[in-house]
């Protein structure tokens, strides 16, 4: 398809485990970023990409949060050790230019 | 410390009238706005923007305004339809390209037949 892809769109996993969530940007779209959406709360940026360097990594909540990204196009976020807290919506956007960013499905996360 | 805020958390309209769903911020460095439609297990699908150089910008039946004095801005749907039920972010966003975005917590549209 022509917009974001993000895989899964839903993973339920143990409190302590290692996650690692999927994005496929747009192609083209040089910048990628990663955004949260906790229950009843607004998005919450984690990190920004341009190209395959992190620029502003500032939202990351912890050490336990990382992130990569490939070939300018495809990025991971790996959660590690996961808590409860951690459960939330993992939203993945793109866009390049000056042009409004673009939002893929999201990956729900619960961590039981 | 919340730098964008959408206060009230739900609005319901008749079909056919206006909705005007407002948005505050904080942050004076902030430039580029914009609003985000979310419905249920999708992504935000961007609506409309403004820069701060301009009081407001029009696409079809949605107009945004913007009172940089006052660092507060609106959409305004008209007329309302029902598949215009969704969740409603505010955004805003720095200078330069490819800004972070911070997002307000959201308000439930829902349009009654």
């Known amino acids: 398809g022509a917009g974001v892809s993000q895989s899964p769109s839903n993973k339920v996993t143990e409190k302590g485990k290692d996650v690692e969530l999927r994005c496929d940007p747009i192609s083209g779209h040089t910048a990628l970023y990663w955004y949260r959406q906790r229950l009843g709360q607004g998005l919450e940026f984690l990190i920004y990409?341009?190209?395959?360097?992190?620029?502003?990594k500032s939202g990351l909540p912890s050490d336990r949060f990382s992130a990569e990204r490939t070939g300018e196009s495809v990025s991971t976020l790996t959660i590690q050790r996961t808590q409860q807290e951690d459960s939330a919506v993992y939203l993945c956007?793109?866009?390049?230019?000056?042009?409004?960013?673009?939002f893929g499905d999201g990956t729900r996360l619960s961590i039981l | 410390d919340q730098q964008v805020k959408q206060n009230s958390p739900s609005l319901s309209v008749q079909e056919g009238r206006i909705s005007i769903l407002n948005c505050d911020y904080t942050n004076s460095m902030f430039d580029y706005f914009l609003w985000y439609k979310k419905y249920p297990a999708e992504g935000p699908t961007f609506l409309i923007s403004?820069?701060?150089?301009?009081d407001k910008n029009e696409d079809g039946r949605f107009t945004v305004f913007l009172n940089k004095s006052a660092k507060h801005l609106s959409l305004h749907i008209v007329p309302s339809q029902p598949g215009d039920s969704a969740v409603y972010f505010c955004?805003?966003?720095?200078?330069?390209?490819?800004?972070?975005?911070?997002f307000g917590k959201g308000i439930t549209l829902s349009v009654r037949p």
């Open positions: 956007a793109s866009t390049h230019s000056n042009q409004p960013q673009h």
């Open positions: 955004a805003s966003g720095g200078t330069g390209a490819n800004s972070k975005l911070t």
């Open positions: 990409f341009q190209g395959n360097s992190a620029p502003d």
């Open positions: 403004i820069s701060s150089i301009k």
